[in-house]
């Protein structure tokens, strides 16, 4: 297959719809993030790039502490507004029922099936982003879309973000770790 440049943009195929949640200023604040994803197993570590002026960063630098929630496909016009409106210009907090978990001043939207509380670990300082490296210190999660103790994705209906477009989880292709088995050398 013949392959073409694209140039060094940050692309990624798909990428998670989150809320980021912190306190700014002792408000809730609420921001969409897309730039996100898993750390770390052992601890258990999640990470999200923000740049440098979003609202978002000063509730982080404050408390070192910030929620990262999974809005549902049926919460796509809330999400999307959060992306759209700067706390700085607007008061997020009215949009979601915040709650607190153990660390106190991580807020997290009730509305999302899943929030991950996370105390900042580390930041890195990437150029106009931050990256900011969270410890998870609890996955709250709606009883309804667990399974087996774990949260379900079927459930849940995250919404999925690539080329500027909001999409929904599309079908199980094949079970992983488990499929390459089949696998056999030409
Ligand atoms: C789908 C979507 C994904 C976004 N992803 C990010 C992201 O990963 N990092 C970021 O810094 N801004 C991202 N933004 C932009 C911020 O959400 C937006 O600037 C927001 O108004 C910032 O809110 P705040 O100033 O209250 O923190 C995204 C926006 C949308 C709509």
Known sequence: MEKITLGPVPYM??????????NVKGKANYMTAAWATVACMAPPMVCVA????????????????FSLNIPSTGQVVEA????????????????????????????????????IE???????????????????????ADKACVTDGKPDVVKIRP????????????????????VGKKYSKK
């Open 13 to 22: 195929s798909v990428m998670p719809t989150l809320l980021v949640g912190a």
């Open 50 to 65: 923000l740049n440098k002026a979003r609202y978002t960063v000063k509730g982080i630098e404050e408390n070192k502490t």
């Open 80 to 115: 999307d507004h959060c992306g759209l409106v700067s706390g700085a210009q607007e008061d997020k907090s009215e949009g979601f029922a915040s709650f607190y978990g153990k660390l106190k001043s991580a807020p997290m939207a009730k509305e999302c099936p899943v929030n």
């Open 118 to 140: 996370c105390r900042l670990f580390k930041s890195v300082d990437c150029g106009s982003h931050l990256l900011y490296i969270g410890e998870v210190a609890e996955i709250h």
């Open 159 to 178: 919404i999925v973000y690539a080329q500027t477009t909001y999409f929904d989880v599309g079908k199980q292709v094949e079970k992983a770790f488990s």
